[in-house]
């Protein structure tokens, strides 16, 4: 093999192994990840559920209760979410910046790559309630259930 051909291939593999390894630092392969629940009497919390059948970790996924990406709560690096698992999420305006109002709002979630994949339209929930999915796939007052399966 000439020095010329070597050269070649040497260039060709450096610059595609650093973009794969771009990707792994902002893994953006369309992880399902769903906003499963939600309840806003004190405390306040956000639950999220990954239907794969392998982990997550929601490093850089955020969440915030306005169209905002920029400033939303991100979850620090290896925030793992187990495969068919839940991940409930404390949210308080000293350490996530946001409450959820109890009258009723949205909430956003984005990926690690900034893509929105998940908004909830959240409605007035009572005390003693929460507002998740049902076994159906359809949103509905439920009895809180977080970090577990909603029924």
């Known amino acids: 093999m000439n020095i010329f051909a070597l ?3 040497l260039i060709i593999v450096s610059v595609l192994g650093s973009q794969s390894t771009i990707m792994g630092k902002n893994d953006c392969k369309g992880h399902m990840i769903i906003i499963n629940e939600v309840q806003t009497k004190r405390p306040d919390w956000v639950e999220l559920y990954n239907p794969n059948d ?4 929601l490093g850089g996924y955020r969440v915030y209760d306005r169209d905002e990406y920029e400033i939303a709560f991100a979850f620090p690096p290896k ?9 409930a999420k404390v949210v308080h305006k000293n350490t996530t910046g946001f409450a959820i109002e109890k009258n009723g709002e949205t909430i956003f ?11 909830l339209n959240i409605p ?5 309630s929460s507002y998740g999915l049902d076994a159906n796939g359809n949103y509905k007052m439920l009895y809180p259930t ?4 909603n029924y």
């Open 7 to 9: 050269t070649f291939a």
């Open 146 to 149: 977080r970090g577990k399966a």
């Open 109 to 119: 979630l984005w990926d690690a790559c900034g893509n929105k994949i998940g908004t």
């Open 79 to 87: 925030t793992i979410i187990s495969p068919k698992g839940y991940l």
């Open 124 to 128: 007035y929930i009572p005390k003693g």
């Open 54 to 57: 392998y982990k997550v970790d």
